[in-house]
C-alpha cells in the first residue's frame, strides 16, 4: 500500500517512545540526539528515551515510510556535522501521529467517563 492512501489507524496504537519521536519530529527535523533531548524537555524528565531505544524506533520508522532522512541543518552548534542524521516526518508519519493522539483522547475521555480523571473544566 503506498503511504497517500493507507489507513493511518493500521499503524495504531504507537508505542509511547514512538508516538514521543513522532511529536519531537512535528515540531521540525531533528537528529537523534535532538529527539532524545526534546522528548526529555518536552516530558519534564518523565521520559527518558535511550539510543538503543530511539535508533531501533527510527529504523522502524523509516521502513514504514512515517519519516524520512532529511539534508543535515548546519547551525552553530554542529556547523552541520556530517555525523549527525536527520530526520523528519512524512505525510502519512503525520496522520498516524493524528490519529494516535485522537485515539488518546478518546481513551481519557473513558478515563473520565469512569471518574479515573477528573472532569474537564468548562473554558470560559
Do not use: C, W
Not at 515540531?27 to 528515551?49: F, M, N, P, S
Not at 531501533?56 to 555525523?83: F, H, P, S, W, Y
Not at 549527525?84 to 473513558?110: C, S, W
Amino acid at each position: 500500500m503506498s503511504g497517500a492512501n493507507e489507513d493511518p489507524r493500521d499503524h495504531l496504537p504507537l508505542t509511547p517512545a514512538v508516538f514521543h519521536i513522532l511529536l519531537a519530529l512535528a515540531g521540525g527535523q531533528k537528529h537523534g540526539y535532538g529527539v532524545i533531548v526534546d522528548v526529555r524537555e518536552r516530558t519534564a524528565g518523565e521520559i527518558r528515551l535511550g539510543t538503543g531505544t530511539l535508533y531501533t524506533a527510527i529504523k522502524r520508522l523509516l521502513t514504514q515510510g512515517l519519516i524520512e532522512e532529511a539534508e543535515a541543518e548546519v547551525d552553530a552548534a554542529n556547523e552541520g556535522d556530517e555525523r549527525r542524521r536527520y530526520y523528519r516526518l512524512q505525510p502519512l508519519g503525520l496522520r498516524v501521529a493524528q490519529a494516535e493522539a485522537a485515539r488518546l483522547q478518546r481513551v481519557v475521555g473513558l478515563a473520565r467517563e469512569r471518574e479515573l480523571l477528573p472532569a474537564e473544566a468548562a473554558e470560559d
